[in-house]
């Protein structure tokens, strides 16, 4: 579960990314979010995974009040939540395997179990046949399931996503919503971000649309 | 708990890999780390061997009490029971006078002192034998048997006893003052080498913060890189110190038996190996830690 409780976040310099905003989204819900660039989808998604602390209001996920959390406490949140980065944040210096394998590295899995989770993620994405390769090598289609791989190897409770389509073709940006359909429906809270609101109208999902860090109309 | 223990074997058999897998770079990083040991450690090993000759050495000084050549054997007699009651007498000789000049004439090889002299002009002497003693108290001991009556002098040089005695000290200051320096050393260069790892990681440190590693989780893979380096240092600087004690040992043996004395540089105890393993491997980590700190603070998301 996702709460804001009259968030403010305000960047240092006095950019006033999201003004005032309250909302929820329930456990296991799928929610879109809506707007332009610029509008706060970014820093809306970095408030919940605690990348950002918000300037006032409570920030809660899974019950926890990340506002009043210690930054020592923050890794503990972020280990139970899934990032698809924007900027996919791979890493080139290692195989799409040992990609992949980070997060479980991060929580201490042991390191068979780990290896078969890793494979089945890989497994979900489409991946299967290029553990060994490295990511220089992939399309830009295939480095984003790989980032996809690595936000749910570890079966987080909430899988947030920032503008996982933008530069993909319409055909494998739906591939892509699919996949994120399919974490949905076996539990996880999915927060997705776009400024193509095509895309999701096809889902019937709601929709949280901002304008300058507040609802859009 | 096994599992805790599970994920720190595994960090550290990692670091360990990542060492072995640039073998030169990182050899040429050892050898640095062990030449800054191994000269504290030569130097006390010098000190604590030359400690050891001299503790054979202090056994030999003797005091010689020359007696008043107007001495009765009443006197004698007196002096002697004080000094087989005294604590701090070892052992003492009685050497007569008559003896003193046979031997002088037999020194000399001039037979005729004697005859040419009339009368012997040679005082009655007690050898003293101290317990082994601080050279202060040797000098105590002095004055104490030079005050017994009717004794004339009570002759002990013990000035370059006392010199030995400080500039082994003196050594000995210098061998905790060159550690004191090098463990400093020791601190710096693993924080250097640390923070240039951290630089080329920078990124993976970036990203596995963002996905929730803790700053423990950060920093393990660097302690275990440094703790290896100490350690391996440690090991190699123990090869050194011993290779430069076999190289010199036998021409110290062969200066030392000039002088009659069986002189050896000592080689590390287990013990003090044990100590300067650990020694090394925590500098080495308190180095990588403030490395590691000091990025982590840096790179604090706001």
Redesign the interface.
């Known amino acids: 579960m996702i709460r804001f409780d009259q968030v403010t976040k305000r960047y240092?310099g006095g950019h006033e990314a999201l003004r005032n905003l309250s909302f929820t989204v329930e456990s296991g819900e799928m929610v879109f979010l809506a707007g332009h660039s610029g509008a706060g989808k970014s820093t809306l998604l970095k408030l919940v995974?605690g990348?950002?602390?918000a300037t006032s209001g409570n920030v809660l996920v899974n019950n926890q009040n990340l506002s009043k959390l210690r930054?020592?406490q923050l890794?503990?949140?972020?280990?139970h939540?899934g990032?698809v980065?924007q900027d996919h944040?791979i890493?080139f210096?290692r195989t799409v395997f040992d990609n992949v394998m980070?997060?479980l590295d991060?929580?201490?899995f042991?390191?068979r179990d780990a290896q078969r989770r890793v494979r089945a993620a890989l497994d979900k994405v489409g991946l299967a046949g290029k553990e060994k390769v490295m990511p220089i090598r992939l399309s830009g289609g295939e480095q984003q399931r790989l980032c996809i791989a690595?936000a749910v190897v570890h079966r987080p409770s909430i899988l947030l996503a920032d503008e996982p389509s933008a530069n993909l073709d319409r055909a494998y940006a739906l591939d892509i919503m699919e996949l994120f359909k399919s974490f949905h429906q076996v539990g996880v809270t999915v927060l997705i971000s776009a400024h193509d609101e095509t895309l999701m109208e096809d889902y019937g999902r709601r929709i949280i649309r901002l304008r300058e860090g507040q609802f859009a109309a | 708990m096994k599992h805790y223990l599970y994920l720190h074997a595994q960090s550290a058999r990692s670091a360990l890999l990542k060492i072995l897998r640039q073998p030169f770079g990182n050899l040429l990083n050892l050898l640095m780390l062990a030449i800054a040991l191994a000269l504290p450690v030569s130097l006390y090993l010098g000190v604590s061997s030359l400690q050891q000759w001299t503790a054979k050495l202090n056994t030999t000084p003797q005091i010689t009490l020359f007696m008043e050549l107007s001495s009765e054997p009443a006197d004698l007699a007196a002096v002697e029971s004080s000094l087989k009651h005294h604590p701090r007498v070892a052992a003492y000789r009685f050497v007569h006078k008559d003896a003193a000049l046979k031997e002088l004439e037999q020194r000399s090889g001039l037979n005729a002192i004697s005859e040419g002299l009339g009368s012997n002009p040679l005082p009655h002497a007690f050898i003293v034998t101290p317990q082994p003693l601080e050279p202060a108290m040797l000098d105590l001991l002095q004055k104490e048997l030079s005050g017994l009556p009717m004794v004339e002098l009570a002759q002990f040089d013990a000035a370059w006893a006392r010199k030995l005695h400080a500039m082994i000290t003196l050594a000995g200051q210098l061998a905790w003052l060159l550690a004191a320096v090098f463990a400093l050393a020791m601190v710096l260069i693993n924080h250097n080498t640390i923070r240039m790892q951290i630089l080329a990681r920078q990124e993976e440190i970036a990203v596995s913060k963002l996905i929730g590693a803790t700053d423990s989780f950060i920093r393990r893979p660097f302690l275990y890189h440094a703790a290896w380096q100490g350690g391996l240092s440690a090991l190699l600087c123990w090869g050194l110190s011993s290779g430069l004690a076999y190289q010199a040992n036998p021409a110290l043996a062969e200066f030392a038996s000039l002088y009659g004395i069986d002189a050896q540089l000592r080689s590390l105890q287990p013990l003090e190996v044990l100590a300067m393993l650990l020694g090394a491997m925590l500098l080495s980590m308190l180095g990588a830690r403030l490395a590691a700190d000091h990025h982590l603070r840096k790179n604090q998301p706001a």
């Open positions: 240092p995974s990348i950002e602390r930054a020592s890794p503990y949140v972020r280990q939540i990032v980065f944040k890493l210096d980070l997060p991060i929580i201490g042991d390191r690595r």
